[in-house]
């Protein structure tokens, strides 16, 4: 029998608390009435509601369905979620993964950032929750209440350190979690979502679906970063032969009999020479693996335009 008590943080002042892996389980959480806390939910659950708190520190580890944040200020986040809401809330500083748009609701004072953190049970965790590392419109928000000439919401800066936000734990307990807020080491790849790009070239190189697919794209990720390009946005999606056509236009049917297999996964880059520098690194890694690449500086903006407006359709943005 479930003990709602085990999975509920409640009316909590100056502790540190948490769950390790294993311990949540998919089951839902309840956080509420917590003062000064810092929490930490190292396990994958099904929905999360974290209600009146104030000054705390909260990281929660990927959920399924929905986290939704009520009535809390000034707190500090790392989130990784299906949907994310919050209303009437003020002052949170979220870095986030979220497969859906954000929505932020009555609330203000709202800073975002692209989650950032790794442990080694995460990636087994994002699986169990059903949702991928490449899914994640961090930047994406929609404000439901916007008011005209306020901004109830921005990005954190580009600088922003997780740690300096969400500390490590400091509980014998939770201190047993090895955990790395290297950013290159982060189960997400980093991106810079809504951010002003650096030049007007850009790239899409898509990955279809076999045992390697994401080893290859966070390989991919590595080398281009190391080359000083950008990595904007990334997308896992089903494709149908249509699909293909439309975003790959004269070369899709090499690449249609690959859809049966699973989702792609699509990388955009941004920077001056970022097709050659693909192209290249493609090449010289992936020399026995079929990858589309942008052909030209002249078709790629178009390629990943074509690409990100059949995903937004597919995943109802």
């Known amino acids: 029998q479930i003990d709602p008590k085990d999975y509920t943080f409640s009316g909590l002042k100056s502790e540190t608390v948490g769950r390790l892996p294993g ?17 930490y939910i190292f396990d994958h659950s099904a929905t999360i509601t974290i209600d009146d708190c104030v000054n705390c520190q909260i990281f929660l580890g990927p959920v399924k369905g929905s986290v939704f944040f009520r009535d809390c200020k000034d707190c500090k986040c790392i989130v990784a979620c299906q949907q ?39 990636a087994l965790q994002f699986k169990d929750a059903g949702l991928s590392i490449f899914n994640n419109t961090w930047s994406n928000i929609h404000d439901f209440t916007p008011v005209s000439g306020e901004n109830n919401w921005g990005l ?20 047993a979690v090895r955990i790395s807020t290297d ?24 990955f279809f ?59 955009e880059f941004n920077g ?20 589309f690449v942008s052909e030209s500086k002249a078709s790629a903006s178009q390629d990943v335009d074509n690409f990100y407006n059949f995903a937004d359709m597919q995943m109802g943005m």
């Open 272 to 291: 001056d020479g970022a097709v050659e520098g693909c192209q290249s690194t493609i090449n010289e890694v992936f020399s026995g693996t079929k990858v």
């Open 183 to 206: 950013a290159t080491k982060s189960i997400i790849p980093i991106t810079r979502g809504r951010r002003q790009k650096s030049s007007d070239e850009s790239c899409l190189a898509v």
């Open 156 to 175: 954190l800066p580009e600088t922003a350190v997780v740690q300096d936000y969400v500390p490590l734990p400091s509980s014998e307990e939770l201190k």
């Open 209 to 267: 679906a076999g045992d390697y697919t994401t080893a290859n794209a966070r390989k991919l990720i590595d080398e281009m970063s190391g080359k000083g390009f950008q990595l904007v946005q990334t997308k896992e999606v089903l494709m149908k032969p249509e699909d293909a056509r439309r975003v790959f236009q004269q070369c899709a049917s090499e690449f249609i009999p690959l859809l049966e297999k699973g989702p792609v996964v699509a990388l």
């Open 84 to 122: 994310f809401r919050t209303r009437d809330c003020r002052k949170l500083e979220v870095f986030l993964c979220c497969a859906t748009q954000p929505i932020i609701e009555s609330s203000t004072g709202m800073k975002f950032g692209c989650f950032q953190y790794y442990y080694p049970e995460l």
């Open 23 to 39: 311990k949540v389980a998919g089951q839902q959480f309840v956080i509420q009435d917590c003062e000064n806390c810092s929490i």
